[in-house]
């Protein structure tokens, strides 16, 4: 991509000391970072300039956007690996490398420390994210939240060296898609309502504010939701093999399988749930619809036995006639856009609940907002945002802040075997994945779950993503959701202020924000 670029360039211009001028590499995350010294190789060695003048231009190139706070997706490459595959980009990486440290010692005088936690090449790795910022002129997050823990936490050094790169760009979805395509009866309705702006200009959503008090506008829009969820439940008919109540809540959780996403304490919570059915066969409750989608990783053992989890719940629950079909769990197969446009547009609950500060945004909140799902979930990621358009009444926060998750983080304090012996629930509901309840009488398949979550793993702490820490706080959330729902008008106007307030979160928006100010583009019509 960087060679088509540069020949592409030069078929119409003479002086490749002003590449940067009409071209900028955006990377997207850490793994095209090697395009940074790849344009090096190319200036120096192919277009003959002396490396201060390629180096100027290169960082004039180059813009990095972080999609991440999780260490594990910084992308470090072994230096044994790479200078093997690629010597002399690796010899270049020496060189950028020994001149930033240079940099480093300048205006850091004597701080070692500055350089072991800076620098590109350190400990027989080459750190990705290191030479992306150095090689960039600007360097953005996907929140606001998100940008402000890089900017304060993860990327600190690189920010107090270089504050004028960062900046943020909160993400953003395509209304083309996830509406106008993925739920043609809202669609309709909208534009009946408001015009067709909304196709091209989200912001035009906010025009819909003056019909979330109006009845028969309201019964509208909870009948397209009613349709969409018999659209929906045919789908998991043919796919799954499961019968579900168009009319029970469509709580749905569709995203990667990450154990910061924490699947896991919602199907926990299905288990709690079920167990309170089962000593308490009378109890009133909205029959409620879990609905997961997502992929793991292949060598993702954890987020493997926790889908083989979600499918072993759902397999006892679905087939427990004593519980009237209260409750059902399906497991999408094979999540993907084309099944994720009949979920969205079917859920009556997003589920974000993601541990506050780890998600960098997430846009699957954005997706179920857009469909007129309320958030269930954590201040995190774009969430934060997402409350901010829409209010705090119409949205379900629960659990702990970032700041308080990372307070735990650095300073220790949490002991969630403490909360297992006091809170005779969640005992039950962990028991439960080593009594062979969940697994056909085999106490082992689900040990490291339980074993994660009580005492750590091998060089980790004991339930790193404060699944219990949180479990009674979104438990207590989800008795919101149900009450909230049995208020038929109050839902209907909660379901149409999250369509109406998702202006904000068009990818359109973000888009012209990064035009506007990283790549300072001039508009073609």
């Not at 290169?58 to 990095?64: E, P, S």
């Not at 996830?178 to 906010?206: E, R, Y």
């Not at 995203?255 to 308490?280: G, P, T």
Request: glycine fraction near 6%.
């Amino acid at each position: 991509s960087v060679q088509r670029a540069v020949a592409k360039y030069k078929q119409t211009h003479d002086d490749i000391r002003k590449f940067h001028e009409k071209v900028t590499f955006q990377l997207n995350d850490t793994h095209p970072t090697v395009a940074v010294a790849e344009l090096m190789r190319i200036l120096v060695d192919e277009e003959g300039l002396e490396w201060d003048e390629a180096w100027e231009v290169t960082r004039k190139t180059c813009a990095y956007t972080n999609h991440t706070i999780m260490a594990e997706a910084l992308e470090k490459w072994p230096i044994e690996l790479f200078s093997r595959l690629l010597p002399r980009v690796y010899q270049i990486v020496e060189e950028i490398n020994r001149r930033f440290v240079i940099e480093i010692q300048n205006k850091y005088p004597g701080d070692q420390e500055k350089i072991r936690k800076m620098a590109i090449l350190y400990d027989g790795q080459i750190r990705m994210a290191h030479l992306a910022i150095a090689g960039s002129y600007s360097v953005n997050g996907v929140a606001r939240l998100h940008t402000e823990i890089l900017k304060k936490r993860e990327l600190r050094d690189f920010y107090e060296m270089m504050p004028e790169k960062f900046n943020n760009k909160t993400n953003g979805i395509t209304q083309r898609r996830f509406l106008l395509h993925g739920n043609p009866l809202l669609a309709s309705w909208v534009t009946d309502k408001i015009g067709d702006d909304w196709i091209t200009n989200l912001d035009h959503l906010k025009h819909l504010k003056v019909y979330v008090d109006d009845e028969k506008c309201q019964q509208e829009f909870m009948n397209i939701k009613y349709q969409n969820k018999v659209r929906l439940a045919k789908y998991i008919k043919e796919h799954n093999g499961i019968d579900v109540d168009p009319r029970s809540i469509f709580d749905c959780q569709v995203k990667r399988l990450h154990e910061y996403k924490r699947q896991l304490m919602n199907i926990l919570h299905v288990m709690y749930l079920y167990n309170e059915l089962k000593a308490h066969p009378d109890m009133d409750i909205v029959p409620r619809t879990f609905i997961f989608g997502a992929k793991a990783a292949a060598g993702y053992y954890t987020a493997k036995l926790t889908i083989k989890l979600i499918n072993a719940v759902a397999d006892k629950i679905n087939n427990d006639s004593s519980i009237n079909g209260k409750i059902k769990v399906v497991f999408i197969e094979d999540y993907r856009v084309s099944n994720a446009e009949l979920i969205f547009a079917a859920a009556d609950v997003s589920e974000q609940i993601s541990t506050a500060s780890k998600e960098a945004s997430g846009t699957g909140n954005m997706k179920f907002m857009l469909n007129g799902a309320p958030t269930l979930g954590t201040m995190d990621g774009a969430n934060v945002e997402i409350v901010d358009e829409v209010g705090a009444e119409n949205a379900f926060i629960f659990g702990m802040s970032s700041e308080e998750v990372i307070n735990y983080e650095n300073n220790g304090g949490y002991h969630p075997y403490e909360i297992y012996q006091n809170d005779k629930d969640i005992h039950e509901v962990l028991d439960q994945l080593v009594d062979g309840t969940y697994a056909n009488g085999d106490p082992e398949l689900y040990k490291d779950l339980y074993q994660s979550l009580l005492f750590g793993d091998t060089g980790s702490q004991a339930d790193m993503y404060f699944i219990l820490k949180d479990f009674r706080s979104y438990a207590e959330a989800q008795k919101k959701v149900e009450e909230a729902y049995r208020d038929t008008k109050g839902w209907a106007k909660m379901a149409m202020t999250n369509t109406a307030g998702c202006g904000k979160f068009s990818s359109d928006r973000t888009i012209q924000e990064y035009v506007d100010d990283i790549w300072h583009l001039d508009k073609i019509r």
